[in-house]
């Protein structure tokens, strides 16, 4: 059939797939946006029938079909139409290919060993090296009913027939007309009852349409494919390319008639994992009707259809995934400032609505349930009756606070808390970007505000559902919720950004309460004290998250410490406080250090604050104002304590100020050996800290392990490198008190413990924490009344698989998810999706991949449209274009990184400064591009800044116009001898990042992502590309870039649609083993030495560790509990007899060493004036003997190999080989290369 030259068939691409006229200005600007980027990559940028200077395949990076096969004897090149501007593609380049590879494969895009892959610190997922070639045919598969009838498909495509011609300036230029082309074929399914190939069918010269039929009982499955079949010279001119193909299939008379490719409502269904059947029942709405085949397909179906009304491919999908926001009650009571002051009798009018809108709900879940399919029926009620339980649990907490008048204070205590926190944060953020506003103006406003409007400190439903709760489990620890079998993992589970870290602020701030309310209290081993100590613990992976949860918690312990003292009678003399306890890389480890800090930079005359580690907030938490390092942070070396107060000194507004009213400054500490000597009351940290506990006695104070409290220094510790140890009592000086050293009972342990995105934990990671948490578990746990009360733990994530094995992994606990997952994850009452429209845009994912261009060049075209086309945006918009003017980028390896950071300051720089018809130029020679970096690879330090400078916009001022009128007043300014107006800082044009991104970072600006590769697995991508559009009035664009090289990459490209529909669905399943016999090797000695050392009195200073004989009994019963512990975590019971197996050698062989030395054995640090051996051997020393190596423990729970420097001489003769002294002798065989 000979294809019809069509000139109007071109896509609008400014208004494909978007919701909508009435959007709001950025959502037509993201609109706009997409539209560019599909012309560019694309095209026809300029119509159907476009006119272009020089070769498609140099503008063109998605879209195009090669020539099949190339002829050697075709070696002559057409002087018109060679493709020699093409930087990718030249006849040179091709004439050094082997010609039969050529006719085999087909066109080859380039030739060197570079197939496209970016090189990858770890996993390679590389195709064949055949597949360095340009695809020749693209196509698609679906399904039809047997009888459906005829099919209808429709190809299009684009030539491009080039001309050289003299342009204005005389220069003879190769312009390109493109010639579009269109036709249709029919496909009769009903002719074939067995699988048939059919004949291709001629659609224009050299371009087939080939069709695979595949009959089933009921359906057939179908396979089209558009062919480029012309043989082509050596050049491959681009005369002999197809552009902008496409496929589209319909019935003939436009019915619904493609079936999804799997439909769980189905008869046939035998799903036998319990959680993929929850999935399939939660997810049955959303259905796959096509796939592509090396391009990517989608599909026309009506609302609640499950039958397509067509099918076609695309090179650039589209998928929109909805907004989920928090639903529940709205008659219920979430205002924070009312629920401050609930008396016991108004808890049921308030709270009640709550929990009898969700009865409601759940049971209009069951009439739904009733309707399904039998099949699915069991696992709906199943689901349904969970959510039953947690209903039950609602009124519970309501009871609580109606019954128990402590539990009913804490809660009041909780919500003042929170109000004054919420309304901190806002004043925080508002004077952060303008502060020349006062504070008290600010808060005046908010007050105001809050008046008409509760929602400016109120709970969202699930978020006081959540804390409801719990209320019983910190309220009474011999409940069975806390106690008992039914004690499990409470585990958040909701989307990224919809307000999880309240949920469990909320919580901490209850513990607080809750404990100083019920002071000391009587264990099975004597009392512990709760007016004091480590009340909740929250633990980390990455040490960008920590430090921005860092600063989202000060605010609340900064309003807790204010109502505190306020009420000293009440809530008690000693100060609450947050601590960060992280690596020494990013905050001190000593106070000399600190203090030393400190002095260096109130000597720097710069203003720098490079190297003083132990501020770790750039802004006051409180009010928002500009902490000046050389100024509020201040070593007080009587106390040894550094104290950070609020930059407002000037007018002293802000209560942490050094004119405020609060007692002292902030209440942060961050140096490690103040936070044993003060237990902060809340203890933020990472996961690889608690490995230092083996090695750290001092940290046994974390846990409650104290004896002895100085009224000046905190409490004392054998090892604390205090004024402290030894001294008995401190004398008067100067303004301080004679003080005495006080006996005291042991602190109440740790009764909350938070683990924020638990999807973290994993792998190797994963399974060091799951050892570690033997120890935590244990020396958090205390006896009462017979019975083991362990701390509550919270987890967090929104995106988790199989989470009730990786929970009994890790903790030897059961999982409770909230909210539950019902019925449909559209609905959970709780939380709600929001359908895709103008007013609700959700994140849009564009799909991109370009065959055979190598990846590298692939990002650099992409960096390049994506700046140029911002800056178009911004001359055209303005503010509403800010969220698309700073792209941030992510990559799965650092390696990836750095390379696009040198091709950003080379190739894209000079791309986007130079001549950039039709865009404006990003920026000027001079100027430059704004680049930052969210990596491993830069300073704690640096990284706050970066996070400080992402939240600057782009204006007006950065327009086009701008620019000029700026560079005129500069002029003016200049001949009017006056100083010139300033420039101001300019925001990132670009931010890269690695995983370093994917949690914490929360940035509302940010609308414009670029994912380079497809990550390592779904939870991953998920959670990096939520950093953007995290603001509804600023919907988020995310470009995939796929690698058309790596199998794994295509796949997802192909069905990238569905993918990203059910992505939460697709979330892989976390690898945690941390009872396999590698694991156990590596960590029980750790594990041992801390539980003893920490829990142990004798055994916990440093030379403690040579009177392990004289405790063993002791020992051995830790053990014991561990191993007890370990019999529920475990896959099989043998297990944990290996676990107990491996403790007992290493107790002996301990024993042993501790004899042998008589006593002089110490953990890690001998001292200068002792004989003795250290216990601990460090990963990267030498073992003396092999015996010895069950005493290797790590410093972290990652596994490290040692470091080794490279001296690199730019001396010639220093860089010849030189034989080592007594090197080995190398010998090769014949013929063996070198």
């Given at each position: ?512 309460a809750i404990r100083r309310l019920q002071g000391k209290i009587e264990t099975d081993d004597g009392a512990l ?564 050392r920490v829990s142990q009195r004798v055994l916990s200073p440093e030379s403690g560790a040579g009177r392990l ?126």
């Open positions: 059939m000979a294809a019809i030259e069509c000139r109007d068939a071109v896509t609008d691409w400014g208004t494909m797939n978007e919701p909508g006229d009435k959007a709001g200005p950025s959502t037509a600007v993201r609109r706009e946006l997409v539209g560019l980027i599909e012309q560019e990559l694309l095209g026809p940028r300029a119509g159907a029938e476009e006119e272009i200077v020089g070769t498609p395949r140099a503008r063109y990076a998605v879209g195009a079909l090669a020539p099949v096969t190339v002829d050697p004897e075709r070696a002559t090149v057409d002087a018109v139409d060679s493709g020699g501007d093409d930087p990718n593609l030249t006849g040179s380049a091709l004439s050094d290919v082997d010609s039969e590879h050529l006719l085999q494969h087909g066109v080859p895009v380039n030739t060197d060993e570079d197939t496209g892959a970016a090189d990858d610190d770890e996993d390679r997922d590389e195709g064949p090296k055949g597949a360095l070639t340009h695809p020749s045919s693209m196509g698609l598969r679906f399904q039809v009913p047997r009888d459906c009838g005829v099919l209808v498909v429709t190809a299009s495509w684009g030539r491009y027939e080039g001309e050289r011609r003299e342009n204005e300036e005389g220069r003879r230029i190769l312009y390109s007309q493109r010639r579009p082309f269109e036709t249709s074929a029919e496909i009769d399914v009903r002719r074939h009852d067995r699988h048939a190939t059919l004949d291709p069918q001629k659609l224009d010269d050299d371009v087939t349409l080939r069709v695979e039929l595949f009959p089933l009982d009921d359906r057939t499955i179908v396979e089209v494919a558009l062919s480029n079949d012309r043989v082509t010279g050596m050049d491959a001119p681009p005369k002999d390319w197809l552009f902008q193909t496409k496929l589209k299939v319909e019935a003939n008379g436009g019915e619904a008639v493609f079936l999804p490719t799997r439909d769980v409502v189905e008869g046939g269904y035998d799903e036998i994992d319990d959680e993929r059947r929850r999935l399939d029942l939660q997810y049955r709405h959303r259905l796959e009707f096509t796939v592509g085949r090396t391009c990517s397909a989608t599909w026309d179906v009506a609302e609640d259809s499950r039958r397509a009304t067509s099918v076609e491919t695309t090179w650039l999908p589209i998928a929109d995934v909805a907004q989920t926001v928090p639903g529940g009650a709205a008659d219920a009571v979430t205002s924070m400032k009312t629920l401050a002051e609930l008396e016991a009798g108004e808890a049921e009018a308030a709270l009640g609505p709550l929990i009898s809108g969700y009865e409601q709900w759940l049971r209009a879940q069951h009439e739904i349930a009733a309707d399904l399919p039998e099949h699915l029926r069991e696992t709906a009620e199943d689901a349904i009756g969970e959510a039953e339980v947690v209903a039950e649990r609602l009124h519970d907490g309501v009871e609580l606070l109606k019954s128990d008048p402590q539990a009913l204070q804490a809660f009041r205590f909780m919500n003042r808390a929170m109000r004054d926190q919420r309304i901190h944060s806002q004043v925080a953020a508002t004077r952060a970007s303008d502060e020349s506003k006062k504070i008290g103006d600010v808060l005046t406003d908010l007050r105001d505000r809050e008046s008409d409007d509760p929602s400016v400190a109120s709970w969202r439903p699930f978020q006081l559902a959540f804390v409801l709760l719990q209320l019983r489990s910190l309220t009474d620890p011999v409940h069975p919720y806390r106690s008992g079998d039914a004690a499990n993992v409470e585990l958040l589970f909701f989307p990224t950004g919809g307000g999880k870290t309240e949920a469990y602020l909320g919580l901490a701030a209850f513990t607080f004290d709760g007016g004091d100590g480590v009340a909740v613990l929250m633990r980390y992976t990455l040490r960008l998250l920590t430090s921005q949860q860092f600063q989202r918690a000060a605010a609340l312990v900064c309003a807790t410490e204010l109502i505190r003292q306020e009420d000293t009678e009440t809530w008690g003399e000693k100060p609450f406080s947050i601590g960060l306890w992280v690596g020494s890389a990013v905050s001190p480890k000593r106070y000399k250090d600190a203090e030393a800090q400190v002095k260096a930079v109130r000597a720097d005359n710069s203003q720098r604050a490079h190297g003083l580690t132990v501020l770790q907030l750039q802004r006051c938490p409180w009010c928002g104002t500009k902490i000046d390092p050389k100024r509020d942070v201040v070593a007080d070396p009587d106390a040894e304590r550094v104290r950070v107060h609020c930059g407002d000194h000037k007018r002293g507004d802000c209560e942490f100020s050094i004119e405020g009213d609060a007692d002292g400054a902030l209440p942060i500490i961050t140096v490690d050996d103040e936070i044993y000597r003060n237990p902060p009351t809340f203890l933020l940290a990472t996961v690889d800290k608690f490995a230092r506990l083996a090695r750290e006695g001092e940290a046994a104070s974390l846990f409650g392990y104290v004896d002895e409290w100085c009224p000046r220094h905190g409490y004392r510790h054998p090892d604390s490198r205090s004024a402290c140890v030894p001294a008995q009592s401190h004398q008067t000086k100067g303004k301080l008190p004679r003080v005495v050293m006080q006996k005291v009972d042991r602190l109440r342990p740790p009764d909350l413990i938070i683990q924020d995105e638990l999807h973290l934990i994993t792998g190797a990671l994963g399974t060091s924490v799951g050892v570690f948490e033997n120890a935590v578990d244990l020396l958090s746990s205390y006896a009462r009344d017979g019975q083991t009360i362990r701390p509550l733990i919270v987890a967090s994530t929104a995106t988790v698989a199989n989470a009730e094995r990786q929970v009994q992994s890790l903790y030897g606990r059961g999982v409770d998810v909230f909210p539950p997952q019902v019925l449909d994850v559209r609905d959970t009452y709780f939380s709600r999706e929001l359908p895709v429209s103008a007013d609700d845009p959700g994140r849009k994912y564009l799909g991109v991949c370009a065959h055979g261009i190598r990846l590298t060049l692939a990002e650099i075209r992409l960096a390049e449209v994506l700046l140029l086309a911002g800056q178009k945006l911004l001359d055209e918009y303005e503010d509403a274009a800010d969220p698309y003017l700073t792209t941030v980028g992510y990559f799965s390896a650092t390696r990836e990184l750095a390379g696009m950071r040198r091709y950003l300051d080379d190739d894209v720089t000079t791309r986007v400064t130079g001549k950039t018809e039709p865009f404006p130029r990003r920026t000027t020679d001079w100027e430059g591009l704004q680049i930052g970096e969210l990596t491993s690879r830069i300073s704690a330090e640096e990284i706050s800044k970066t996070l400080d400078k992402l939240s600057l916009p782009f204006t007006r001022r950065w327009s086009t116009q701008g620019r000029n009128e700026h560079r005129n007043a500069v002029a003016e300014a200049k001949e009017a001898d006056r100083t010139p107006p300033p420039w101001g800082k300019k925001p990132y044009d670009v931010v890269l990042a690695t995983s370093m991104l994917q949690v914490g970072v929360d940035v509302p600006r940010l609308g414009l992502m670029l994912v380079v590769g497809q990550p390592k697995n779904t939870a991953e991508y998920i959670q990096a590309s939520s950093r953007v559009g995290r603001d509804r009035d600023r919907p988020g664009l995310v470009l995939s870039l796929a690698n058309w090289s790596r199998p794994r990459d295509m796949a997802h490209f192909e069905q990238f649609r569905h993918y990203h529909e059910t992505f939460y669905a697709q979330v892989e399943a976390l690898s945690v083993t941390p009872y396999s016999d590698t694991a156990m090797e590596r960590g029980l000695m750790g594990v041992l030495a801390s539980v003893a004989p004289s405790e063993m009994p002791l020992v051995t019963a830790l053990i014991d509990q561990m191993v007890a512990r370990a019999q529920a975590a475990a896959d099989a019971p043998e297990s944990a007899d290996r676990m107990r197996l491996k403790l007992l050698q290493r107790l002996d062989r301990w024993h042993d060493k501790a004899q042998a030395e008589r006593g002089a054995l110490f953990y890690e640090r001998v001292p200068q004036n002792r004989v003795g051996q250290p216990l601990l051997i460090s990963p990267e020393a030498k073992v003396p003997k092999q015996a010895d190596r069950v005493f290797v423990v790590s410093n972290s729970m990652r596994e490290v190999q040692p470091e080794i420097n490279l001296l690199v001489s730019p001396t010639a003769d220093q860089l010849a080989f030189k034989e080592p002294h007594q090197g080995p002798q190398w010998t090769f065989r014949e013929g063996a290369s070198k």
